[in-house]
T-cell receptor, first 108, second 115 residues
Framework: GQSLEQPSEVTAVEGAIVQINCTYQ??????LSWYQQHDGGAPTFLSY????GLEETGRFSSFLSRSDSYGYLLLQELQMKDSASYFC?????????FGTGTRLTVIP | DVKVTQSSRYLVKRTGEKVFLECVQD?????MFWYRQDPGLGLRLIYF???????EKGDIPEGYSVSREKKERFSLILESASTNQTSMYLC??????????????FGDGTRLSIL
């Protein structure tokens, strides 16, 4: 079967660091993507991990452990504009499997 | 910049109608996808296509069909609309063939209401 687990909601303070965890179970796993979606907007690509380890892109980092079927998205120096939903999405053979996402609220 | 355009932002139809949702991308992408997004259920893949006239079922294809006659256009068809198909529908495209990752670029979505 296929399953994804992410926290449904996270609240963090502006300027702080927040980590959004993702555990997954899919057939034919190739890597883990992360997407951001603001309310009323389209999902936009943030990062992709094909190999174990940490990938850094500016204030955002993403981590993958294939042996644990686990990944996380790390957001540093949080800004109010980071308030959005964040989706982890394992890559199957030629398509992504999205879950229900994590709603991040950044407070002053 | 990649542009994925969905024909309607809002659409209201009646049960039993045949409904067409259109999606066009301008970057010559091989892959196109249709998702629906519902509160508490996230994004779910309905159908995708990796080439003209090719289609693959996603996770929830029942009640839907698709058409890809041209590379830039991917249509989602609700054969006989039902109220449980009221949802936000998102189209996406990505480049590349075969295995491997390319980011998906999403349209702004069509909010479809079936009355």
């Amino acid at each position: 079967g296929q399953s994804l687990e992410q926290p449904s909601e996270v609240t963090a303070v502006e300027g702080a660091i927040v980590q959004i965890n993702c555990t997954y179970q899919t057939s034919g796993f190739y890597g883990l993507s992360w997407y951001q979606q603001h309310d009323g907007g389209a999902p936009t690509f943030l990062s992709y991990n094909a190999l174990d380890g940490l990938e850094e892109t500016g204030r955002f980092s993403s981590f993958l452990s294939r042996s644990d079927s686990y990944g996380y998205l790390l957001l540093q120096e949080l800004q109010m504009k980071d308030s959005a939903s964040y989706f982890c999405a394992p890559l199957r053979a030629n398509n992504l499997f999205f879950g229900t996402g994590t709603r991040l609220t950044v407070i002053p | 910049d990649v542009k994925v355009t969905q024909s309607s932002r809002y659409l209201v139809k009646r049960t039993g109608e045949k409904v067409f949702l259109e999606c066009v991308q301008d970057m010559d992408h091989e892959n196109m996808f249709w998702y629906r997004q519902d509160p508490g259920l996230g994004l779910r893949l309905i159908y995708f296509s990796y080439d003209v006239k090719m289609k693959e079922k996603g996770d929830i294809p029942e009640g839907y069909s698709v058409s890809r006659e041209k590379k830039e256009r991917f249509s989602l068809i609700l054969e006989s609309a039902s109220t449980n198909q009221t949802s936000m529908y998102l189209c996406a495209s990505s480049s590349g063939t075969g295995l491997g990752h390319q980011p998906q670029h999403f349209g702004d979505g069509t909010r479809l209401s079936i009355l």
